[in-house]
């Protein structure tokens, strides 16, 4: 039997440990997936986000407080800890706004070719991880 003429596997009952497993998803279903979890992510930290806000512009002894949070911690929280959940913050805006904008790209000219969603899905991933580490390294004091 030959490649082309080989059938294709035919899945009725899909098991989530062995057949999702194999699955290889292209870049542009993990840029749509991620653009979903990253909105979900900011919406369950939004709480966060808003207190962030209020602590860093409200006076000078709440901006305090909140650079204490990064240095030392808030509460039970440890200040690396903290960073991180920042910092995961950080990656679901960017990868969102990127994806979103890509979204938006190939809705008003119609570019929804298999070859422009694969380049476009792999520039999004890039630009977001590579941003979301230079971000990170400057929140975690490296430059």
């Not at 993990?30 to 806000?53: D, E, K, Q, T």
């Not at 990064?70 to 950080?90: E, R």
């Not at 990868?95 to 422009?116: C, N, P, Q, T, W």
């Amino acid at each position: 039997m030959t490649e082309l003429t080989r059938k294709r596997p035919e899945f009725r009952n899909i098991n989530a440990f062995t057949d999702l497993t194999t699955y290889r998803l292209p870049p542009a279903g993990w840029v749509s997936i991620l653009h979903r979890a990253s909105g979900a992510l900011m919406f369950v930290l939004l709480p966060l986000i808003v207190w962030l806000f209020d602590t860093s512009v409200s006076s000078e002894l709440s901006f305090d407080r909140f650079t204490a949070a990064f240095a030392v911690g808030l509460g039970f929280v440890p200040g690396w800890l903290f960073k991180l959940v920042v910092l995961s913050i950080i990656w679901a805006y960017l990868h969102h706004l990127i994806a979103g904008i890509r979204h938006l790209y190939m809705d008003a000219s119609h570019a929804v070719s298999k070859e422009f969603g694969k380049s476009s899905a792999i520039v999004t991933l890039v630009l977001s991880i590579g941003l979301t580490v230079v971000l990170g390294a400057k929140l975690f004091g490296l430059y």
